[in-house]
C-alpha cells in the first residue's frame, strides 16, 4: 500500500501496489501512477509532473473533462473544444518546468553579480574614504545642498588626513560661513592663506573673503558696543584690501564713537580716494559731519557745497549745510564781538564814528581812511557784553580816503597786550553766505570817557565782484544791509570764517540794498597786512 497525492485535484489517498500501472483518483478520476515517487513528509508518494505523465502516455483521457454540475467529476464528451483546451494545458504544461528552471538560474546568476558588484564597490568605497580628494569633492557636493553638518564631517576628516592642503580649509571656511560662524570662517582662510604654496592663485581671493569676513564681524561687533574690537577687525580689513572703500568708512564710524575725529576724518578722505564717483557724495556729507563734530565748521561747510555740486539734489547735504552755516553765523557773531571795535574820532569837539576790527594779536586795527583822518584823539570801544574797557590807539598809515578802493587806515592800539585777530581771506566768491558786522548810527557825547554799545550783524551774501584796472579785485558788492556807522567793519565770510571784505559806506549809499565793501586784495595790496 502506498499513499498518493492525485496532481489534478489534489486528494490524498490509499492505492495498492498492484501491476496495473495506473490508479483512478476516486474524485476526478485522474489517473495516478501506482508506483508514485518519492514519498513527502506525511509519507505520501508525489505523482511525477503532468508533462511527464503526458509523455508517458498517462493521464486522463483526452475526452474527459471536469463537470462542474456533478461536482467536479469528469464525464465523457465528444466535444472537440475540451480536447483542444486539454492539449493546450498539456502543452503549456510541458514547457513551464524548464522555463522555470531556466529564469531561476538567470535569477541566481544575477544575484551573484549583484553582490560580486556591491563588494567590490563597497571595498572601492571604503578605500576612498580615506582619501582627501574624494572627501574635498563629498564635502563640496554635500554643501551645495544644504547638508553642512556632512559636510563639515568630511572636511575634518580630510584636514586629519592632509593637514597642509589651503583648499582643505577654503572648503571649511564656506561651511562656515554659511553656517554663519565669522570666527571660524576667518581661523580657517588665515589657515589657507598661511598655508599656501607660493604660486597658488587662489590667494586673492581668500584675501578678499577674509577681508569681508572681518568686516562682517567688525559690524557685529560695533553692534553691540565693542568699539576696540571692531577696530581691529576693521584695520584687519583694510590690511587685506585696501582698495575696498567699506572698511575705511566702517572704521570712521567707528572712531567717531570713540571720539577720534582726526583719525575718521583721514578714514572719509581715504575713501574717497579709493570710492566711484557715484559714492563721492555720500561720503563728503559723511566728512562734513565729522569735520563739524569736530569743530571744523569751515571745512564741514565745504564739504557739504562740493557734495551737493557733484548731486544738487542731495538732501542730506543740502540739510546739512543750512544747519552748519547757521550753527557757524551763531558762533562768528559771539567770537566777532572781542575782534570787531567801535572806532570814535574826534577832531576838536566832534566826534565821528565808525567801525574797524582787530588783525593782529599786538593789537593792530583796520578801519576806513575817511572814519579816521584828521583826527586828534581816536578810541576804540568793545560790545558791552565783553566788559573790556576802551582803549587809545593812534594812526600808522592812512590812506586816500577819496579813493574807494584805498579808504583804508591802520590803527594801533596804545596800551599793551594780547588781543584776539581776525583772520583775513583773499578769496571770497560770488553767493557766498557773508555777515557784515559794525556799529551803525552809533553816536557819542562831548566828554564822556566811556560808552555803552552793541555790536550790530547783518546777513546776506557776495552779490558780485569788481575787477580794477590791474586786473585785481578791488571791491565786493553785497545785499547785506549797512548803514552810517558800519564804515570800516568787516564783511566776514560765514563758509571760511575769514574777514573778506572792509564796509566803506561813505563811499556809498547809506542804508541802501546794495552795499559796496573793499576788497581783503587790498589790504595786502597796500601792505596793510602781511
Avoid at 569633492?137 to 584636514?159: F, H, P, S, V, Y
Avoid at 592663506?193 to 559690524?219: F, M, T
Avoid at 554799545?453 to 547785506?480: C, F, H, M, Y
Wanted: hydrophobic share 40%; proline share 5%.
Amino acid at each position: 500500500m502506498a499513499r498518493v497525492s492525485c496532481p489534478n485535484c489534489g486528494l490524498s489517498m490509499t492505492v495498492a501496489a498492484t501491476a496495473e500501472p495506473v490508479a483512478r483518483c476516486s474524485r476526478c478520476s485522474y489517473a495516478i501512477p501506482s508506483h508514485g515517487g518519492p514519498a513527502d513528509e506525511d509519507g505520501a508518494v508525489a505523482a511525477p509532473p503532468r508533462f511527464v505523465q503526458r509523455e508517458a502516455g498517462v493521464g486522463p483521457p483526452e475526452n474527459q473533462q471536469r463537470n462542474p454540475a456533478n461536482g467536479g467529476s469528469r464525464k465523457d464528451s465528444s466535444d472537440p473544444a475540451p480536447q483542444r483546451h486539454d492539449g493546450l494545458l498539456a502543452r503549456r504544461q510541458s514547457v513551464q518546468g524548464p522555463q522555470r528552471t531556466v529564469l531561476w538560474g538567470l535569477a541566481g546568476g544575477m544575484a551573484v553579480a549583484a553582490a560580486l558588484m556591491a563588494g567590490i564597490w563597497g571595498i572601492k568605497e571604503f578605500r576612498e574614504q580615506g582619501n582627501p580628494g574624494f572627501l574635498l569633492q563629498r564635502a563640496l557636493a554635500r554643501t551645495q545642498a544644504g547638508e553642512l553638518d556632512a559636510a563639515m564631517a568630511d572636511l575634518n576628516q580630510a584636514i586629519r588626513a592632509s593637514s597642509q592642503d589651503p583648499l582643505l580649509y577654503l572648503a571649511r571656511a564656506e561651511v562656515h560661513e554659511r553656517r554663519a560662524d565669522l570666527d571660524g570662517g576667518i581661523a580657517d582662510l588665515s589657515l589657507a592663506i598661511e598655508r599656501a604654496p607660493s604660486a597658488w592663485d587662489r590667494v586673492a581671493e581668500c584675501s578678499r573673503r577674509l577681508s569681508g569676513l572681518h568686516l562682517k564681524r567688525g559690524i557685529v561687533q560695533q553692534q553691540v558696543g565693542d568699539s576696540a574690537g571692531a577696530i581691529r577687525d576693521f584695520d584687519a580689513s583694510i590690511r587685506l584690501a585696501p582698495a575696498q572703500v567699506d572698511g575705511y568708512v566702517r572704521r570712521a564710524d567707528a572712531l567717531r564713537n570713540q571720539g577720534a575725529w582726526p583719525a575718521a576724518i583721514a578714514d572719509y578722505e581715504s575713501a574717497l580716494l579709493v570710492c566711484g564717483p557715484a559714492r563721492k557724495p555720500e561720503f563728503l556729507c559723511l566728512r562734513g559731519e565729522a569735520r563739524q563734530q569736530y569743530g571744523d565748521l569751515a571745512g564741514a561747510i565745504s564739504d557739504y557745497k562740493q557734495a551737493l555740486s557733484t548731486d544738487a539734489k542731495n538732501v542730506a547735504a543740502r540739510r546739512n549745510l543750512d544747519v552748519a552755516i547757521e550753527h557757524r553765523a551763531r558762533l562768528s557773531i559771539e567770537s566777532m564781538r572781542h575782534s570787531v571795535v567801535l572806532v570814535a574820532a574826534r577832531t576838536g569837539d566832534d566826534w565821528l564814528t565808525g567801525s574797524g576790527f582787530i588783525v593782529s594779536a599786538s593789537g593792530r586795527v583796520i578801519t576806513n581812511a575817511h572814519v579816521a583822518k584828521d583826527a586828534e584823539e581816536i578810541r576804540l570801544i568793545w560790545d558791552r557784553s565783553t566788559g573790556r574797557p576802551a582803549q587809545r590807539a593812534r594812526i600808522l598809515t592812512c590812506l586816500d580816503a577819496d579813493d574807494a578802493p584805498r579808504d583804508l587806515a591802520l590803527l594801533q592800539i596804545e596800551s599793551p597786550g594780547t588781543f584776539p585777530a581776525c583772520e583775513i581771506g583773499f578769496e571770497p566768491a560770488v553767493g557766498d553766505a557773508i555777515i557784515v558786522f559794525g556799529f551803525p548810527l552809533g553816536s557819542v557825547a562831548p566828554g564822556k570817557q566811556q560808552w555803552s554799545v552793541d555790536l550790530n550783524s547783518s546777513r546776506g551774501s557776495i552779490s558780485a565782484i569788481k575787477v580794477g584796472d590791474e586786473a585785481r579785485p578791488v571791491l565786493i558788492q553785497t545785499d547785506a544791509r549797512a548803514s552810517s556807522g558800519n564804515s570800516g567793519g568787516p564783511v566776514f565770510d560765514i563758509e571760511s570764517g575769514k574777514v573778506v571784505g572792509i564796509i566803506s559806506c561813505g563811499r556809498t549809499h547809506a542804508g541802501d540794498s546794495q552795499n559796496f565793501a573793499i576788497h581783503a586784495a587790498q589790504l595786502r595790496a597796500t601792505r596793510l597786512v602781511e
